[in-house]
């Protein structure tokens, strides 16, 4: 039997969700944040000629210079910033005077080496009085680095009077140092990585023990509290009690059994209280004060402010360039002594330049709509407060403005907004809801995390509130919660529990 295979082709119609390069570039600058923005921007502008830079004032000078209409221009022109009317026109350049005229007579070079020189005397010979010039520092002289704890470590040891041999024993415990000044390396290793015996270690290891700051080179919390009590002034007996206390009790001085450390160490509670003020006056971590932590600079986004009981919504456009797309580029392009090949690169450039236009433009106006329409949300927090915070998803504020989650999503990360409470990120306004006692509204989980805070602040230190203490007193307030809720808030805020919160006195 023979069987006959036919082929036929048939169409169908079909809808796909195709996300192009172009759609991509767009979602990833709506949410870069302000710095990697500026950073895009000026590394687009060099790879591509045709972005230009509009200068203030630019834009109506050569509005006015243009014989076409207004609707011939539109799409040369883009401006990220959404109020362009804002931008004031460039003020006329001014006379010099007779002084400003006369620096360009200046010989420079010969000003900064006097200068320099001035400078390093007026340094040494301890100032006071005179002419600016001389008693100014000289700017290689202002320039400091905070020093750390290895170098406040390696410079004791180049005092100390040590000999080659326990200088590379020195070097190799002090490269082992954490930054909280406790030693993360055993004897043993050191003599390894040193090539030397472990009594030769540990006899270093004593020296720099006793180096500043007190309790550095420890190799545990008891150890290093044990040093800086043996080299502390104190009474022999208060002593003898205290380092009996970080020896082997330190679980219980953290849970402050206070009963219970007298039995086992055989003495009265006025003696344990004694060893454990001194205690409390330690220093936990010695290299703490050689930690520099870089300070974190945050540049708003945008800037909201109340002027004449309304609330007033404005980019912050400072550092942000406005650009166009370059006329000269687009008359080569309409040229006819360009190459086709030349053509070709100016027109990929110039889609490019237009996109990425458009695209800061549409970040710029999601940006605004967002943050409009969270003010709208939380008018009360910024008139009030933490207190006043409302509950708030990012569904409420897609529904408000008509975008998807995701857009409301990548508008609000990493961007930042500086209000009367402060400089936010927007998603700070963005809370969980907990329920109300009485079947209200309910509230937002920022807000509650406040209020436990001010119960704790406001507490008898001696008789700290449990945690069901608080949801009891939440409750009051009509605020429904649960204990574990206010225990997981508790430690989100770096709040010791109750039994820790405890004075004894």
């Known amino acids: 039997m023979a069987y006959e295979q036919k082929i036929s082709i048939s169409g169908r119609l079909q809808q796909s969700l195709v996300i192009t390069p172009q759609l991509k570039h767009a979602i990833k600058i709506l949410q870069l944040s302000r710095a990697d923005l500026e950073t895009l921007v000026t590394e687009e502008m060099e790879q591509n000629p045709t972005i230009e830079e509009l200068g203030v004032g630019q834009e109506d000078f050569e509005a006015e210079q243009d014989s076409r209409t207004p609707d011939e221009r539109v799409g040369e022109l883009a401006d990220p910033v959404t109020n362009p009317e804002a931008a004031k026109a460039e003020t006329p350049e001014q006379e010099l005077s007779p002084e400003e005229s006369q620096l360009g007579d200046i010989n420079w070079e010969e000003y900064l080496s006097d200068y320099a020189t001035n400078a390093t005397q ?33 410079w004791q040891v180049r005092m100390g009077g040590f000999n080659e041999s326990d200088q590379a024993i020195a070097d190799v415990l002090i490269g082992n140092v954490d930054e909280q000044g406790y030693l993360r390396l055993s004897v043993d290793e050191a003599a390894f990585e040193a090539g030397v015996d472990t009594t030769d270690v540990e006899s270093v290891l004593g020296r720099l023990q006793e180096f500043e700051p007190a309790g550095v080179f420890a190799r545990n919390l008891s150890e290093c509290l044990s040093i800086q009590l043996r ?65 974190r600079y945050v540049t708003p986004d945008v800037y909201v402010y109340k002027m004449d009981d309304e609330w007033v919504i404005q980019l912050n456009d400072d550092g942000l360039p406005r650009l166009r797309v370059s006329n000269s580029y687009r008359q080569l392009l309409t040229g006819a002594d360009s190459g086709a090949e030349a053509k070709s690169y100016i027109r990929e450039k110039l889609s490019a330049a237009q996109w990425l236009i458009k695209s800061i433009d549409q970040r710029q106006s999601t940006l605004k709509r967002v943050t409009a329409s969270i003010v709208g949300f939380q008018r009360d927090f910024l008139e009030e407060g933490v207190r006043a915070l409302r509950p708030l998803v990012l569904k409420d504020v897609a529904a408000d403005i008509g975008m998807h989650e995701s857009t409301v999503s990548r508008a609000t990360s990493n961007k930042y907004v500086h209000t009367p409470q ?29 209020k436990i805070r001010k119960i704790v602040e406001t507490e008898d230190p001696r008789r700290p509130h449990s ?17 574990r ?20 006195k």
């Open 122 to 154: 007026g340094s040494m010979s301890g100032g006071g009085g005179g002419d600016w010039d001389e008693n100014r520092s000289g700017i290689e002289n202002t320039l400091a680095r905070a020093s750390s704890l290895a170098d406040h470590l390696t």
């Open 231 to 295: 080299e502390a002034e104190l009474p022999a007996d208060i002593r003898k009690n205290a380092l009996a206390v970080v020896d082997g009790h330190l679980e219980l001085l953290e849970a402050k059994r206070i009963d219970k450390l007298a039995r086992e160490l055989s003495l009265s509670k006025d003696e344990v209280g004694e060893a454990v003020e001194v205690i409390a006056k330690l220093e936990p971590k010695p290299g703490r004060d050689f930690v520099s932590e870089e300070p």
């Open 422 to 450: 402060g400089t936010l990120e927007l998603k700070y306004f963005f809370t969980s809801s907990i329920k109300s006692a009485g079947g209200g509204e309910g509230v937002s989980a920022e807000s509650v995390k406040e």
């Open 467 to 483: 945690d069901q203490h608080i949801a009891s007193s939440l409750a009051v307030e009509g605020v429904d919660i649960a204990r």
């Open 485 to 504: 809720t206010v225990a997981k808030y508790r430690e989100l805020m770096g709040i010791l529990p109750s039994s820790k919160r405890r004075h004894m």
